[in-house]
């Protein structure tokens, strides 16, 4: 038996704080733009925390539109199209998880009713916000203005689903719920279909959009989100620096099209990066606190590296999971220091969350999406807002700044509530 195929990226979408787009995404987080602002969707002067990273108003009409396969009827596809424009049948997570699918399969040069194609893709709230808003007319309005649609919109399952549509993609059709993992996870998943002949192709990556009045209160009660910046929200998200109080909730969609490398270099796809590796592992410690000791984390690692065939020296850059949280961030630095040991001093990383706050279950594919552009282009993107280095955090977090680097593997690391734990390892294309 030989090895196994090798699994690429050959094309990305987003849709972000910054709005929607790819190129719109790397050029805010290459210059290390902060995406985080007052709360103005709902009046957060209730809660400690007033800050968020919420995405801004999309429309459908901001991703392109993927080409239709020769072998459908272009009519029956753009009446299923047009119907589902509708932005009334969409929860937010949903509209942002779709947008993105589409700029991602239409830089592949896929096409709507692709033959072999599936998506997977990981999130934490679903179209929780619609959710939320329904019970609260509910008992508010009586009854009055709840949608038939309440339940199938607001479900986390449903989000593979829009997408499927959009795509007219009639493979594998699943969602991963893990938790800030989720995504990550889903990326793991996708790659194990892929390298065993299961699919041809795969719209992968993850989407949240859960800064509501209820999670706002919900984290705040927590005391894991941001509550010293609220006048001055672009420096509440601050990994590793000393002043850090908790993370900014974000939200976005991040996607990408996943499958074997001979297949895209024959259709003459961008290939951004190959998808080498992936680790999995349970602290079985606590709901939301990580195990102090970090062994599962550090074996998460180490699983995810094995698997892809690398030694830590050959990773360049770490995407760190970087959440702006006190004892998170520490345990997180002193974890990647003994996987890498002496080379830790060596290694450049960063944490994306710095820029677009904490986007749940979609963590792990911004992660994925922020480093393959990286690998692609020879450049490492910074963690803003570190003032003072946290001692605790005491390895090159690139900060304020980001570098030109010529990166052939990098480490995307994955930590979420529950004591879950996940990696994964991106190569350079070749």
Not at 325 to 345: H, K, M, P, S
Request: aromatic share 6%.
């Amino acid at each position: 038996m030989g090895p196994p195929p090798r699994i690429v990226i050959s094309g990305i979408g987003v849709a972000s704080p910054f709005g929607a787009g790819r190129e719109c995404f790397w050029d805010h987080v290459r210059r290390g733009a902060s995406g985080t602002r007052r709360i103005d969707e709902f009046d957060p002067s209730p809660y400690a925390c007033q800050v968020a990273a919420p995405l801004p108003a999309l429309s459908i009409e901001h991703a392109p539109r993927p080409d239709i396969h020769p072998d459908l009827d272009p009519r029956a596809v753009d009446d299923v199209l047009r119907d589902r424009a509708e932005a009334k049948r969409y929860s937010r997570a949903s509209l942002a998880g779709v947008i993105a699918a589409r700029e991602a399969w239409a830089d592949a040069g896929l096409r709507i009713g692709e033959p072999g194609a599936g998506v997977i893709i990981g999130t934490g709230g679903g179209g929780i916000e619609l959710g939320e808003k329904q019970y609260r007319e509910f008992f508010t309005d009586g009854q009055k203005r709840v949608t038939p649609y309440a339940i199938p919109i607001s479900i986390c399952g449903m989000l593979s689903s829009e997408i499927s549509m959009a795509l007219q993609a009639h493979g594998i059709s699943h969602v991963l719920s893990t938790g800030c993992t989720s995504s990550t996870d889903a990326t793991g998943y996708a790659l194990g279909l892929l390298r065993a002949g299961e699919a041809d192709v795969l719209l992968c990556g993850g989407v949240d959009a859960c800064v509501t009045p209820g999670m706002i209160f919900g984290f705040s009660r927590m005391r894991v989100v941001s509550t010293a910046f609220n006048d001055v929200p672009e420096q509440a998200s601050r990994p590793f620096d000393a002043t850090r109080d908790g993370f900014v909730l974000g939200e976005g969609a991040w996607m990408y099209v996943l499958e074997r490398e001979d297949r895209a270099r024959a259709r003459g796809a961008t290939i951004y990066a190959a998808v080498e590796g992936y680790g999995s592992t349970c602290d079985a410690y606590h709901r939301v606190q990580m195990d102090p000791e970090g062994v599962q984390i550090v074996r998460a690692m180490r699983m995810a590296l094995d698997r892809a065939g690398r030694a830590p020296e050959s990773i360049g850059y770490v995407n760190f999971h970087g959440t702006s949280t006190q004892l998170n961030d520490a345990i997180e630095i002193r974890c990647v220091r003994e996987v890498f040991d002496g080379y830790a001093d060596r290694v450049p990383g960063s944490s994306t969350k710095s820029m677009v706050g904490h986007p749940q279950g979609a963590s792990g594919a911004c992660g994925v999406v922020t480093t393959a552009l990286a690998l692609q282009r020879g450049f490492l993107p910074p963690t803003i807002n570190v003032r003072s280095l946290d001692p605790a955090c005491d390895m090159d977090v690139l900060p304020n700044e980001g570098r030109a680097a010529e990166v052939e593997a990098a480490l995307c690391n994955c930590l979420g509530f529950g004591s879950k734990n996940s990696a994964v390892v991106l190569g350079r294309a070749s």
